[in-house]
């Protein structure tokens, strides 16, 4: 029963927490001051660079997690390295997912039947910067208000290099 608690709180907190992060540290100057912000925002979306914020560490990811393993450390250390294998895959997810959507890799993610819904949603956003922040969770979008799809009638501002 534990770890069915422990995989829905992790199931709840990564989504949140890669929406959080996207939306408001690496959208919004004040709050993602510095490279963060300038390298995503500025350098990635403004300029195009495709070569830029493609990917995310594991430490990035371990640290965003930090509450989880403030709660893991006392459950033990099966707890512990389930968790560090958690974000080691998940910072490998998104780094293969962003690259793929931005013509940098070729992976067997691409194979996968829901890899166009995933790159249309990640299109949308640098259509819509204030939209789609989700990159692996894109149902985040829909449960947070700020899902973009474009109308047939729409035009885009931009396209995904």
């Known amino acids: 029963m534990t770890w069915v608690i422990a995989l829905l709180i992790l199931g709840l907190y990564a989504p949140a927490a890669e929406y959080i992060a996207h939306r408001w540290v ?10 963060w912000w300038r390298d995503h925002a500025v350098e ?3 300029r195009g660079r495709n070569d830029i914020n493609i990917e995310v560490s594991a430490l990035t990811v371990v640290l965003t997690a930090s509450p989880l393993f403030a709660l893991a450390i006392p459950l ?8 560090l294998m ?3 895959l998940y910072a490998a997810l998104w780094s293969s997912l962003h690259a793929a959507y931005h013509g940098k890799a070729d ?19 640098h259509e819509r910067p204030d939209r789609n922040f989700g990159a692996v969770f894109v149902y985040s979008d829909a449960l947070f208000g ?15 290099h």
Not at 76 to 83: E, I, N, R, Y
């Open 107 to 125: 992976t067997w993610l691409t194979q996968l039947p829901w890899y166009p819904v995933w790159k249309r949603h990640h299109e949308r956003h």
């Open 44 to 46: 990635h979306h403004r």
């Open 146 to 160: 700020t899902y973009y799809k474009r109308k047939s009638g729409d035009r885009a501002d931009s396209t995904v």
């Open 26 to 35: 690496m959208h919004v100057p004040g709050l993602g001051k510095g490279s």
């Open 76 to 83: 033990g250390w099966p707890w512990v390295a389930t968790l």
């Open 86 to 88: 958690c974000c080691i």
